[in-house]
């Protein structure tokens, strides 16, 4: 019986009794049946899923190597592998040229240096004969 006093009691039994009325047309039954498969039918899937799984694992690796030798083609890095892999850059020359403008800009120290100058290797002027007189001026 509703407290004609307290008007929050009437308000919370008013929901209650509209929570339990139902109608055939909200209660949903599964009308679909369940299908069951053999296990030798799951199994082929799975392993068929598991294949294409591994060829997928396999393109991504494949991707990622050709990025870096793309970027290496380049020419423009020390590492190729300072440029984070982006699918975009082996569809799109220019997104590739704009993304290591972009890392060159950022981080200039990535950049491939150029050696110049003598470093000692490569052929050079014949040196002098070796003679134990020489040795022995080079001491004294």
Known sequence: MPNETDPE?????????????????????????????????????RKENARYRQRAKEADTLAERLHVELVRATGRLADPGDLAFAPEHLDDPEKLTAALDALLEAKPHFAARKVAGDIGQGATSTPEPTSLS???????
Do not use: K
């Open 134 to 140: 020489a040795m022995l001026r080079a001491r004294v």
């Open 9 to 45: 009691v009437d308000i919370i039994e008013e929901v209650d009794e509209d929570a339990t009325e139902t109608t055939d047309e909200e209660v949903d039954e599964p009308t679909e049946e369940v299908r069951e498969f053999s296990e030798d039918y799951v199994r082929s899937l």
